[in-house]
């Protein structure tokens, strides 16, 4: 199975501090073809970022993707709550044509 | 608003078949989506099965592609999954989900059902 690297596998914040996640493809990828999903315990995954750095609607603007090439990132500006979860990243690409990855988990530290 | 709702068994035998159905509602199977079946083991990331488009296109991850099938009812607008041989490895909650009009990701899921392989 193949899945995308992302780092830290845990990162540990304290409410109002600024979270930066990363995601690292394999090869070098249509800015178009890379998402990032949050998802809480018990629920479906929720679309935040498509398209590298497009938030989709509803998600708020502390919210920002960023990055090119094989590397990209997720950035929460100021964390809330309730966005201590899991976030994972996903490339668009051609076999198999999606792929996640591993998962970072936000815990409140 | 694209509400999505998967069903079936709970439970299923090695060596037996999973099969799963999504209901669609607010949109019909006809529309310009790309319809999608995703896994999650328990504790464990996401994969994703495959996709298919409602005039037959299909895509599937080449690890499940020998057991899979996909197809889809357009009289009821659903869409569904067959998983034959499983293994305890296909234990999963499944999602359905669909991209929308957010190309190349999935805006729209289900809430997932879980599947587990036991005797």
């Known amino acids: 199975e193949l899945v995308l690297p992302q780092s830290p596998g845990t990162l540990s914040l304290y409410p109002g501090e600024r979270a930066t996640l990363s995601c690292r493809v394999s090869q070098t990828t249509n800015s178009r073809h890379l998402a990032w999903y949050q998802q809480k315990p018990g629920q479906a995954p929720r679309l935040l970022i498509y398209?590298?750095?497009y938030r989709a609607t509803g998600i708020p603007d502390r919210f920002s993707g960023s990055g090119s090439g094989t590397d990209f990132s997720l950035t929460i500006s100021r964390l809330e709550p309730e966005d201590f979860a899991v976030y994972y990243c996903?490339?668009?690409?051609?076999?198999?044509?999606?792929?996640f990855g591993q998962g970072t988990k936000l815990e409140i530290k | 608003q694209v509400q999505l709702q998967e069903s079936g068994p709970g439970l299923v035998k090695p060596s037996g078949t999973l099969s799963l159905t999504c209901t669609v509602s607010g949109d019909s199977i006809t529309s310009d989506n790309w319809w999608s079946w995703i896994r999650q083991a328990p504790g464990e990331g996401l994969e994703w099965i495959g996709e298919?488009?409602?005039?037959?296109?299909?895509n599937y991850n080449p690890s499940l592609e020998s057991r899979v099938t996909f197809s889809i009812d357009r009289s009821t607008n659903q869409f569904s999954l067959k998983l034959n041989s499983v293994t305890a490895a296909d234990t999963a909650i499944y999602y359905c989900?669909?991209?929308?009009?957010?190309?190349?990701?999935?805006?729209?899921w289900g809430q997932g059902t879980l599947v587990t392989v036991s005797s």
């Open positions: 989900a669909a991209t929308g009009g957010y190309s190349y990701s999935y805006y729209y």
């Open positions: 996903q490339q668009y690409g051609s076999s198999p044509r999606y792929t």
């Open positions: 298919m488009y409602h005039r037959g296109s299909t």
């Open positions: 398209g590298t750095s």
